[in-house]
């Protein structure tokens, strides 16, 4: 079987694997969903709480204005947002003991950005979700922390804020789990290039060959480290194209090398074929790596930071504000003395969060040819 046909069958391409287009409409269409949520959140809050615009005198043509005007945040800002937590998932992994291997952390952050796709920061905000993203991922990927020297490193953080998220981060997931990585794939790749030099098959890399070859291959997993964790390239591009598009960004002669070599390994009419289909994503895939700036370097993007944080403060869902809460709501009800009167409290509420959030295991499954 070929390589690109076993990643075919992986969840990761066949669930969480868009075009530019199509994952721009799903953005929209979970900002636009989300928004409308808050507002009708922040309109039933203030009933209860029996604010109608600081006076029981508006009138209600006032109070409904009031609550449309809610300034939600646009597509571009939880994407930053998101972002932002990703960010915080790679330094609490980092100030972990021992910290958490990279590959871990760049699940969890995928993990994050999944779950976005889904829900938006208005829902559920990063902070909410992040902790339990990463210590999700330990479990996934089999790295073993106890929970409580996991939450010992995080100031302010109980066993609950870690755990009460984690079935909606699932749902969110789509119960998928898996997440292919290229750091693999870079490994592998500068193998086969020290041994190329070896055997004298790769050469006009200069004096000192190899060294080069370290360096880009240092550089790479630099940009693996980075702006791949911050961009959609895990939802646009395969593995492979990602950790070729890495390799390009840092020793781009090198990287055209090593493909020309790979090409004159096949057929003239294939091997145009697929230089004229590759070359282009990588191409597209080194672009969009190139175009990530860091939150912590750029002061204007620190300050808009700020702004956004201050706009999502206005605009969470109030319903959703203590997710710990309502975990330990969920579990007084399922614990009801009257089991009949319980079942059916509890399946109003499935019925309510099903019209609410849509379908939380996504559409009809594909079939798949054997």
Same mark, same amino acid.
């Given at each position: 079987? @070929? ?39 922040? !309109? ?18 006032? /109070? ?8 939600? +945040?646009?597509?571009?800002?939880? #994407?930053? $947002? ?5 960010? !915080? ?12 291997? $990279? ?10 950005? /999944? ?23 330990? !479990?996934?990927?089999? =790295?073993?922390?106890?929970?409580? @020297? =996991?939450?010992?490193? +995080? ?7 870690? !755990? ?11 119960? *998928? ?15 086969? &290039? ?7 098959? #790769? ?69 145009? *074929? ?6 282009? $994503? ?24 700020? /702004?956004?944080?201050?706009?999502? @403060? ?11 809460? &309502? ?19 509890? /399946? ?23």
């Amino acid at each position: 079987m @070929h390589e690109d046909d076993i990643y075919r069958t992986s969840t990761q391409y066949r669930v969480w694997s868009y075009t530019p287009s199509g994952l721009e409409s799903l953005r929209s269409t979970t900002n636009a969903h989300a928004a409308e949520k808050v507002r009708a959140a922040i !309109k039933r809050t203030r009933i209860s709480q029996g604010i109608q615009n600081g006076g029981e005198n508006n009138s209600a043509t006032d /109070r409904k204005t009031d609550d449309d005007n809610v300034k939600c +945040l646009t597509v571009e800002e939880e #994407l930053k $947002i998101v972002r932002w937590g990703c960010g !915080k998932i790679m330094e609490i992994g980092e100030i972990m003991e021992p910290p958490i291997p $990279i590959e871990i952390r760049a699940t969890a952050t995928q993990y994050l950005q /999944r779950f976005y796709l889904t829900y938006s920061p208005m829902d559920y905000h990063p902070r909410q979700i992040m902790t339990s993203a990463l210590f999700l991922a330990t !479990k996934s990927d089999h =790295f073993y922390i106890p929970l409580s @020297h =996991f939450i010992s490193k +995080l100031p302010n953080t109980g066993e609950d804020d870690v !755990k009460a998220p984690e079935f909606t981060l699932m749902q969110g997931l789509r119960f *998928t789990l898996d997440v292919r990585h290229p750091f693999k794939g870079l490994e592998g790749g500068v193998m086969e &290039m020290l041994a190329l030099v070896q055997e004298g098959m #790769l050469k006009n890399l200069g004096a000192e060959p190899k060294r080069r070859i370290g360096k880009a291959a240092d550089k790479a997993f630099s940009t693996l480290k980075g702006p791949v964790q911050m961009t959609d390239s895990y939802f646009l591009y395969t593995p492979g194209q990602i950790w070729l598009a890495a390799l390009m960004i840092a020793d781009k002669e090198l990287a055209t090398t090593y493909l020309d070599l790979k090409f004159r390994a096949l057929d003239s009419s294939e091997a145009d *074929t697929l230089r004229k289909k590759l070359l282009p $994503i990588l191409t597209s895939c080194s672009t969009l790596l190139l175009s990530y700036k860091s939150q912590d370097d750029d002061p204007t993007e620190r300050k808009e930071m700020k /702004r956004i944080g201050r706009k999502l @403060h206005l605009c969470q869902n109030p319903e959703r504000l203590n997710i710990v809460e &309502m975990n330990r709501s969920q579990k007084r009800d399922s614990d009801d003395p009257d089991p009949e009167k319980a079942e059916k409290k509890r /399946r109003k509420m499935e019925g309510k969060n099903l019209k609410n959030d849509g379908d939380v295991f996504g559409g009809a499954l594909k079939d798949v040819e054997r």
